[in-house]
Structure formats: structure tokens, C-alpha cells
Nanobody, 126 residues
Framework: VQLQASGGGLVQAGGSLRLSCAASGRTFSSYVMGWFRQAPGKEREFVATISWNGGRTYVADSVKGRFTTSRDNAKNTVYLQMNTLKPEDTAVYYC????????????????????WGQGTLVTVSS
């Protein structure tokens, strides 16, 4: 599967952005999707994940209450809604995918994912 992330940009602190990740292929609905980010000078970290049927999601503590993830399997797209953005949210955001046989599975570790998008830059100004 090929992934294409989009929706990044420059936003003021307190603002919102919605990232999208479009996937190729006809089996998107069987993939667990994840979002990760890498800030300048830092390691890439987990942000959010969603099970293949959308029934289960999980977000990192650092974004809990501000970010949510969702998916539209008919459009082969997963979303990351980011609200109340902070300067520390500035990073390149990546989407990732891994196929799963079980509907309730989610993954939070980078090594658990097989496919990665190219990343989209989010810059939050103070």
C-alpha cells in the first residue's frame, strides 16, 4: 500500500488543522493506521492509531483531548484532527499502515508498521 499525507501548514497557537492520509489499494479497510511525528532534533514519536474498522482509537498522552483520528474506508483515507495546537506540536507528521486480521487491534510502536507515507510539515507559531 502507498500512503500520501497532506494537510500540513503554518497555523497559530490555539488553531486547528486536519491532516489526511490517502492510501492506495483495495484492502485499505484491513489495515491498522497510525500517525507519528518528528520534531526538529528529536526522535519520531507515536501520536495516534486507529483500528481497521475505526472502532478503536488511541492517542498519545501529549495530545489527548486535543487530537483525534478517524477513517473513511470508502475513501481509503485516515484523518488526524488537531485542535488547540501548541508550538511544541511543530513537527513532520507521518502516517503509517500495517495489515491486521483482527478488527480491534491497534499499534503504537514504529516497528509494528510496514508502510509509511512521506510526511507533512506542521508548524505552529506562538
Amino acid at each position: 500500500v502507498q500512503l500520501q499525507a497532506s494537510g500540513g501548514g503554518l497555523v497559530q497557537a490555539g488553531g486547528s488543522l486536519r491532516l489526511s492520509c490517502a492510501a492506495s489499494g483495495r484492502t485499505f479497510s484491513s489495515y491498522v493506521m497510525g500517525w507519528f511525528r518528528q520534531a526538529p532534533g528529536k526522535e519520531r514519536e507515536f501520536v495516534a492509531t486507529i483500528s481497521w474498522n475505526g472502532g478503536r482509537t488511541y492517542v498519545a498522552d501529549s495530545v489527548k483531548g486535543r487530537f483525534t483520528t478517524s477513517r473513511d474506508n470508502a475513501k481509503n483515507t485516515v484523518y488526524l484532527q488537531m485542535n488547540t495546537l501548541k508550538p511544541e506540536d511543530t513537527a513532520v507528521y507521518y502516517c503509517a499502515a500495517v495489515r491486521s486480521a483482527y478488527s480491534g487491534i491497534i499499534y503504537t510502536k514504529q516497528y509494528e508498521y510496514d508502510y509509511w507515507g512521506q510526511g507533512t510539515l506542521v508548524t505552529v507559531s506562538s
